[in-house]
């Protein structure tokens, strides 16, 4: 992503991701449509590679075809093992900021160079029960660090609020990158995650769970406003 984009989203924050884990694959470009008509300024594309988590999602050619639909920024979670031998192959399929897991990789911090080096926006991701400090050397690196509030693997998942006390020990050490949490975050949750610092909010059933996307995206929105 370049730097452009992130300032854009920093200076728009809190911004609402949608998760199209749970979108309708059968009419992709339906689904970016009424994403776009709600106004939405950033897509969340979920790769899970049933090693890593007990899931599978997809790869490079549905980030590519996202990426032929829209010019939103592309915001790429990785839950897979080895993220750095795929780093290449999904930067030139189009993502924006490539994010992988601390707990996947034995130096994240060369490996948040790498996805710079080839002008990505690089993130950091931590599980619920992964301790924050894992991180914080590396947060110098960082464009934008994850904080689950669920395990990753799955959508429609229950909010766990460790990851609102790991926003603040972020904020706490480092003022300039991007907070993102993901999981569980819906109508009661989304406030606790702007008023803990959270910029980014990753949205998955709250929004593919409800028939009218304009009405769910404008309010959590709201909701998400009103507590920052
Ligand atoms: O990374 C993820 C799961 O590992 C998804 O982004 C997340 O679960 C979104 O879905 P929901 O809002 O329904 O929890
Ligand atoms: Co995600």
Do not use: W
């Not at 034995?106 to 080839?118: G, P």
């Not at 904080?147 to 050490?173: T, W, Y």
């Amino acid at each position: 992503m370049s730097r452009d984009h992130l300032a854009q989203l920093r200076e728009a924050a809190p911004v609402i991701l949608p998760s199209l884990l749970l979108c309708d694959f059968a009419n992709l470009e339906r689904e970016v449509e009424r994403l776009l008509a709600a106004g939405v300024k950033a897509l969340h594309l979920d790769v899970m590679d049933g090693i890593f988590v007990p899931n599978m999602t997809y790869g490079m050619p549905i980030v590519a075809a996202f990426r032929k639909l829209t010019d939103l920024p592309l915001d790429v979670h990785l839950m897979i093992e080895k993220p750095q031998q795929y780093i290449r192959q999904f930067h030139e399929a189009g993502a924006d900021v490539i994010t992988i897991h601390a707990e996947a990789v034995d130096d994240v911090a060369s490996t948040l160079r790498e996805i710079h080096s080839l002008g990505c926006g690089a993130g950091v991701a931590i599980n619920p029960d992964t301790p924050v400090d894992v991180i914080f050397d590396a947060l110098p690196e960082a464009d934008l660090a994850l904080m689950m509030s669920v395990n990753a693997g799955f959508g429609g998942q229950s909010f766990n609020p460790v990851a609102l006390d790991k926003i603040r020990e972020v904020r706490r050490i480092n003022s300039d990158v991007l907070i993102e949490i993901d999981g569980g975050v819906n109508l009661d949750t989304i406030g606790r995650c702007t008023e803990a610092g959270a910029d980014l909010l990753v949205v998955g059933s709250a929004i593919f769970g409800k028939p009218d996307y304009i009405t769910a995206v404008r309010d959590l929105n709201s909701a998400a406003v009103a507590a920052s």
